[in-house]
């Protein structure tokens, strides 16, 4: 964490699946300062919903930006699709 406070960036899954991110993103841009890492994750869960999952997520050491986090989320559409798909037999496999 930097001496200005927690830097969060809003990622692009966040923004897809969240309106609160996708909202903050066009009004003030895809950074946001907190004063705490814990104000961070407290708009974090904020944005979640029961068709939004997301979450703070710390920045990596070597990551090239000044963010001190992400905010990140992931759509359940992949796991649907999964889901959705059949077991191949071994015949169907080989053939």
């Not at 907190?34 to 990551?63: H, I, M, N, Y």
């Not at 090239?64 to 992931?74: N, P, S, T």
């Amino acid at each position: 964490m930097s001496d200005d406070g927690y830097r969060v960036i809003v990622k692009p899954s966040a923004r897809k699946v969240s309106a609160p991110a996708g909202r903050w993103v066009n009004r003030h841009g895809s950074r946001r300062t907190f004063e705490t890492k814990a104000l961070a994750r407290a708009w974090s869960r904020e944005c979640r919903g029961p068709t939004a999952p997301v979450w703070l997520q710390d920045a990596p050491p070597w990551a090239d930006d000044e963010a001190d986090g992400y905010l990140v989320g992931r759509t359940r559409e992949r796991a649907q699709t999964r889901a959705n798909r059949r077991q191949l037999t071994l015949g169907e496999r080989q053939g």
